[in-house]
Nanobody, 119 residues
Framework: VQLQAYGGGLVQAGGSLRLSCAAS????????MGWFRQAPEKEREFVAA??????TYHAGSVKGRFTISRDNAKNTDLQMNSLKPEDTAVYYC???????????????WGQGTQVTVSS
């Protein structure tokens, strides 16, 4: 699976951005799509995930502000509202087979897109 993430940018606090992840070459029918982020000098953290059936999961720090969605079997989006400076990070989309935890052990990763939120 090849993943291409795009949509990052610079936004003021309180603003919105929409990230998209385009997947190609997927052969498995059961999968999880996830978004992770990594801020400078911090470990990568889970942001949100969606299963092949459309069940969603969001980290507590973004719940109510971010929404993961899937428009078809190839594209997964992350709508980010009410952005805060602490949301600044490189955001990665990822994919794994549809078993185990949705929070870790992803085996395909996109290249990352920078999100910067100014105060």
């Amino acid at each position: 699976v090849q993943l291409q993430a795009y949509g990052g940018g610079l936004v003021q606090a309180g603003g919105s951005l929409r990230l998209s992840c385009a997947a190609s070459g997927r052969t498995r029918s059961m999968y999880f799509m996830g978004w992770f982020r990594q801020a400078p000098e911090k470990e990568r953290e889970f942001v949100a995930a969606i299963t092949w059936t459309g069940v969603t999961y969001h980290a507590g720090s973004v719940k109510g502000r971010f929404t993961i969605s899937r428009d078809n079997a190839k594209n997964t989006d992350l709508q980010m509202n009410s952005l805060k400076p602490e949301d600044t990070a490189v955001y990665y989309c990822a994919e794994k087979g549809g078993s185990g935890s949705v929070y870790r052990d992803y085996d395909h990763w996109g290249q990352g897109t920078q999100v910067t939120v100014s105060s």
